[in-house]
């Protein structure tokens, strides 16, 4: 599916033929994709900026789709939210990301930290943070390796109740990351009151970086505020050489983007990235 559209409610999609189907066939077949274990999640690594190493890997799900083939998150996310049905699909997320992250510490890789992206309509439910302190008691893995992403405007949606349920996120141990900074808007107040530990600088402002002035001044600005709040900077969508030279100059933290990583299956994850010097 190429395109997705929303018309009174009913999605319309269309296939690499060309041919318009109704949505809501997309819908039920979304239904039951976790229990067709249709889904699965790619891994992109992060890296630290001074020391050069791999730090930590976001987990990006992707819908195998048995007639459309892999559909991106960015189609079926919303239409999951809408649904109702980004719940189990989050949970699915949160439990697989967990488990890997464990699975390759038992395999005896060094630890790393796993982020995973959580829907504003997860953050505003009542039972995120029992499934998170569950997931964290089943798979054994130390709260501070998992980082929990949420978008600015995710969290700026019902700000009060946010920050209830991120502080309490933050008392299990969990890192909490503000995702696509720059692009919603925050108060500065709200940052200060938020139990943040990250923010991850979005990518329209990392392109082009060594030429655009006006972007090197908005990311050098994000990192002096970050630093000043006691935040950790991660500069996302690094394409070139260029761009991770600059960021390492301007002092930002980490970077992730295809210039280190794609996103990538977990078996090519550790193969690529993780260090086999323990093995
Ligand atoms: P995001 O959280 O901002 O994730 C970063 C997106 O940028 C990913 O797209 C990633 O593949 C892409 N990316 C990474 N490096 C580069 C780069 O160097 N250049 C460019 N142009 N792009 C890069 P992806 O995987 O298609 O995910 C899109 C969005 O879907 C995510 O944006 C996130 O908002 C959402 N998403 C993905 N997985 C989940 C999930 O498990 N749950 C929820 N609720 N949302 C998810
Ligand atoms: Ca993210
Ligand atoms: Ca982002
Ligand atoms: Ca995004």
Redesign the pocket.
């Given at each position: 599916a190429k395109r997705l559209g929303r018309n009174n409610s009913q999605y319309f999609s269309e296939n690499s033929n060309g041919v318009v189907t109704d949505g809501l066939e997309m819908v039920s077949s979304l239904r039951r994709a976790v229990e067709n274990q249709e889904m699965l999640l790619h891994y992109q690594p992060k890296y630290d900026l001074r020391t050069g190493r791999m730090v930590g890997a976001e987990a990006l799900i992707r819908w195998r789709h048995p007639k459309r083939g892999l559909v991106s998150p960015i189609e079926f996310i919303p239409m999951a939210e809408e649904a109702g049905l980004i719940g189990g699909i989050g949970e699915w997320v949160l439990q697989t990301a967990c488990r890997q992250s464990r699975d390759w510490q038992n395999a005896g890789y060094p630890p790393i930290s796993v982020a995973i992206n959580v829907s504003p309509m997860q953050l505003e439910r009542d039972d995120l943070v029992h499934q998170v302190a569950t997931v964290l008691e089943q798979t054994g893995l130390a709260p501070e390796l998992l980082e929990i992403?949420i978008?600015e405007s995710g969290m700026m949606r019902k700000v009060e109740h946010s920050m209830a349920v991120l502080q309490k996120l933050k008392n299990i141990g969990v890192r909490i990351s503000i995702?696509?900074f720059g692009t919603g808007y925050s108060s500065l107040s709200h940052l200060k009151r938020l139990p943040l530990d990250t923010l991850?600088v979005?990518?329209s402002f990392v392109r082009n970086i060594s030429s655009d002035h006006e972007n090197h001044s908005i990311v050098k600005a994000i990192v002096l505020l970050a630093g000043s709040l006691k935040l950790k900077v991660v500069a996302?969508?690094v394409e070139t050489e260029e761009e991770y030279k600059v960021l390492q100059n301007i002092g930002c933290d980490e970077m992730q983007g295809y210039f280190k990583g794609r996103p990538v299956p977990a078996n090519c994850f550790a193969e690529r990235h993780l260090d086999t010097g323990h093995l």
């Open positions: 992403e978008t995702d696509d991850k979005d990518k996302e969508g």
